[in-house]
T-cell receptor
Framework: SAVISQKPSRDICQRGTSLTIQCQVDSQVTMMFWYRQQPGQSLTLIATANQGSEATYESGFVIDKFPISRPNLTFSTLTVSNMSPEDSSIYLC???????????FGEGSRLTVL | KQEVTQIPAALSVPEGENLVLNCSFT??????LQWFRQDPGKGLTSLLLIQSSQREQTSGRLNASLDKSSGRSTLYIAASQPGDSATYLCASHSGTYKYIFGTGTRLKVLA
């Protein structure tokens, strides 16, 4: 199983600022994803982070708001841009073990926007 | 579009009880179904993965079953303990590896 490290684990930010979340996997993985979990809700897929190319965004999520980088097979970043209180959520990085089809998660980054 | 529902939304049981958590999905053409545990404010821990060709998986006190024809999966927890208290989530995908998550069941096991 993959071990995924995310940082920051939590942050409190001011409205209008941007925050970049980092995700490091302890082994090379083919697929990485970013999810959002709003308070009291289940997980919603933001995008698939593609190595060496632009991320693939789900309906309702756009690159200008959530730019994603994936420079190699073990690392990805998600930026939450021009934040508003509605962006207060837990953001979760995940990686897929394609051989088994099993999804693994980091500890999440809890973001509070004032 | 796949929709995943979990019933009940919340469950409170005394320690030692056996319990069943339910997961329903609308698209029976799923590839995998995975059960996760989430502690408050934390990430998700993978519990069990059932591939479409399988009917059940077991790990310790946990047993998950999959019935694709009826669009259902169940997670059975034997001899529940206070440490089992968490939110349990099921998720499935239909070949794209984009897992769709259920609404979750918040479990509280009382000592």
């Amino acid at each position: 199983s993959a071990v995924i490290s995310q940082k920051p684990s939590r942050d409190i930010c001011q409205r209008g600022t941007s925050l970049t979340i980092q995700c490091q996997v302890d082994s090379q993985v083919t697929m990485m994803f970013w999810y959002r979990q709003q308070p009291g809700q289940s997980l919603t897929l933001i995008a698939t982070a593609n190595q060496g190319s632009e991320a693939t965004y789900e309906s309702g999520f756009v690159i200008d708001k959530f730019p994603i980088s994936r420079p190699n097979l073990t690392f990805s970043t998600l930026t939450v841009s021009n934040m508003s209180p509605e962006d207060s959520s837990i953001y979760l990085c995940s990686a897929l073990d394609v051989s088994a089809g099993e999804l693994f998660f980091g500890e999440g980054s809890r973001l509070t926007v004032l | 579009k796949q929709e995943v529902t979990q019933i009940p939304a919340a469950l409170s049981v005394p320690e030692g009880e056996n319990l069943v958590l339910n997961c329903s999905f609308t698209d029976s053409a799923i590839y995998n179904l995975q059960w996760f545990r989430q502690d408050p404010g934390k990430g998700l821990t993978s519990l069990l993965l059932i591939q479409s060709s399988q009917r059940e998986q077991t790990s310790g006190r946990l047993n998950a079953s999959l019935d694709k024809s009826s669009g259902r999966s169940t997670l059975y927890i034997a001899a529940s303990q206070p440490g089992d208290s968490a939110t349990y989530l099921c998720a499935s995908h239909s070949g794209t590896y984009k897992y769709i998550f259920g609404t979750g069941t918040r479990l509280k096991v009382l000592a």
